[in-house]
């Protein structure tokens, strides 16, 4: 617990105009890994653009490390179908908490993330400062895939006795 830096709370809301992988259609879910940490949505039956509204909670020891997201389609007799992955950029959040967070007012944009070729965002990203955290409300583009996209939403968590940032 000492290497904490504190938990990074996923809201995967739900997925937009994903890939078919069955006839017509797709059973999907959201894995999210980092380092050995690995977290699931449940599967969502027969939908390309599934609500999951489910929330995840990754401790971040390593802010190096990378967190990915990776779309399945739920298969019965054979290998899940990939769906698409995509990288949750968190960097910024991390910069976020470095600034002086003392005396902000409640919706107030701290920074904002565009899309680009080093990130896997489809618009532009606002992190927030809402009800005492940070907060930032993303749409990660598929990648590896023909199409589709995942919206969540992050917010991160201090941790008492945590080595901070």
């Not at 894995?31 to 971040?60: C, H």
């Not at 698409?84 to 993330?113: Q, S």
Request: with cysteine.
């Amino acid at each position: 617990m000492e290497d904490l830096l504190g938990l990074l709370k996923i809201h995967v809301h739900k997925g937009v105009n994903l890939a078919i992988r069955d006839v017509r259609s797709s059973d999907p879910y959201v894995v999210i890994r980092m380092g050995k940490d690995k977290l699931k949505t449940r599967v969502i039956k027969r939908n390309l653009n599934p609500e999951w509204n489910e929330e995840l909670i990754l401790s971040i020891a390593d802010p190096s490390l990378s967190i990915h997201l990776m779309v399945y389609d739920k298969d019965k007799f054979s290998r899940d179908d990939k769906m698409g992955d995509a990288e949750i950029p968190i960097v910024p959040v991390l910069d976020a908490l470095r600034t002086r967070l003392d005396n902000i007012r409640n919706g107030t944009v701290i920074t904002k993330v565009k899309p680009g070729r080093d990130n896997c965002l489809a618009e532009e990203s606002c992190i927030v400062w809402s009800d005492g955290k940070l907060v930032q409300d993303m749409v990660l583009r598929l990648r590896n895939v023909e199409r589709g996209e995942v919206e969540l939403q992050l917010q991160w968590i201090d941790i008492p006795g945590s080595r901070g940032l």
